[in-house]
């Protein structure tokens, strides 16, 4: 690694508050999270300690009402938090994220007693949620999950299994998608379980290319038992709680990418200033001048996309296409940068002695979670020529 720090991102914030937050976001990433982020991602070390001090700190209920913890900040502030975060380290950026969609159908759809005997907690109480939607067998076709709830008397019983959970395991809280009608979207519900419920267990997390130190396993349900005080919203009204919460989510994602890019563009830049070759510094030359300028205006790009589409949200605007496309571009321009930021390493960026592989690697799983990028360009579609007619 090179000694030149990185230049902070210059910002656009809407008021003191925001700049004084960013700062202390950028302080706790700096002395906190970066430098023990090669060492824990590769050894597979889940932080949990970093997301205790978030939410000391407030970080972990940033958009959410003060009233019941949160930070009252808008989602054009909360994400250049997550990309704070995910600069520093991915598995905690994300984390953030992941814990906010897990907050997401309380927050928006629960009752006043519902919010205010779980939120305070959730939002500012050491707690760490997690998001059960996909499936051993529907990822993409979520729709067509089959985890089934059953009444029983003022309780449900769940039983089944959802897989590529983040945080598997580990959770406090589980936001649950379940069937509790017929086949298709309307015959799904959402319950918030507590991570300790009995008959709830995780398997073996999975062996990933990236983000060691972030578990993701599937969770089996086997007779778990859930006040129907704990259902979120009413029956059949799941899939549309949950589609809501991923277009939110979508932007999380979005921004986290641009924190990864963003450091990947750092180190090669500091890297291609120092490192010499015939004499003068590799950045002289044009070929990795250019690289380097499409690099940055991919990441500014992005940055601008997923901020025009949080302003949207803020302003209650319809802002599910753009957020489709934040996720697209955001995690596209995330793999092109990182992988040629390992070309700007040279033989160095494929060695583990740089942090520029781990990025490459981190970058990929973006394109995947919370929607494809190949379900971001159907959504896209649908919002531009309608439904498929096929």
Not at 215 to 227: C, E, I, N, S, Y
């Amino acid at each position: 690694m090179t000694d030149r720090a990185p230049q902070p991102v210059d910002r656009q914030l809407p008021t003191e508050e925001s700049r004084d937050l960013l700062a202390l976001v950028r302080e706790i990433a700096q002395r906190e999270i970066r430098p023990k982020a090669a060492e824990e991602e590769d050894s597979g070390r889940f932080p949990r300690e970093v997301f205790t001090l978030l939410s000391e700190a407030g970080l972990l209920g940033l958009p959410y009402p003060g009233e019941f913890g949160g930070g009252e900040q808008p989602y054009e502030v909360y994400l250049q938090v997550l990309e704070e975060l995910a600069a520093a380290r991915l598995t905690v950026g994300l984390g953030v994220s992941v814990h906010s969609l897990a907050c997401h159908g309380l927050g928006g759809y629960g009752t006043k007693e519902q919010q205010s005997a779980h939120l305070p907690a959730m939002l500012g109480g050491g707690l760490l949620g997690a998001y059960c939607l996909s499936e051993p067998a529907a990822g993409s076709d979520a729709a067509s999950l089959t985890t089934k709830a059953v009444r029983d008397g003022d309780d449900w019983i769940i039983t089944g299994t959802k897989a590529w959970i983040t945080h598997g395991g580990v959770a406090d809280f589980y936001t649950v998608l379940a069937r509790t009608g017929a086949e298709g979207p309307k015959g799904i519900t959402a319950f918030l379980v507590p991570g300790d419920a009995e008959g709830l267990t995780a398997a073996v997390p999975e062996k990933k290319m990236g983000m060691k130190g972030s578990p993701t396993a599937q969770l089996h349900f086997d007779g778990v038992r859930v006040p129907d005080a704990r259902r979120i919203g009413e029956e059949g009204q799941g899939f549309s709680i949950a589609l809501a919460a991923l277009d939110a989510g979508r932007l999380g994602i979005a921004a986290c990418a641009i924190g990864v890019a963003q450091t990947a563009l750092d180190e090669a830049l500091a890297y291609a200033l120092d490192r010499k070759q015939f004499g003068h510094p590799i950045a002289d030359f044009q070929g990795l001048r250019f690289m380097l300028a499409d690099m940055a205006t991919k990441i500014e790009a992005g940055r601008a996309l997923y901020l025009a589409a949080a302003r949207l949200r803020d302003a209650g605007k319809p802002f599910s296409r753009q957020a489709a496309m934040a996720k697209l571009f955001c995690t596209d321009a995330a793999m092109a940068v990182t992988t040629d930021a390992v070309q700007v390493l040279g033989g160095y960026g494929y060695t583990a002695d740089f942090p520029v592989e781990r990025l490459m690697r981190e970058a990929k799983v973006l394109q995947i979670v919370e929607g494809t990028n190949q379900i971001q360009r159907m959504v896209i579609a649908r919002h531009l020529a309608g439904p498929e007619t096929r």
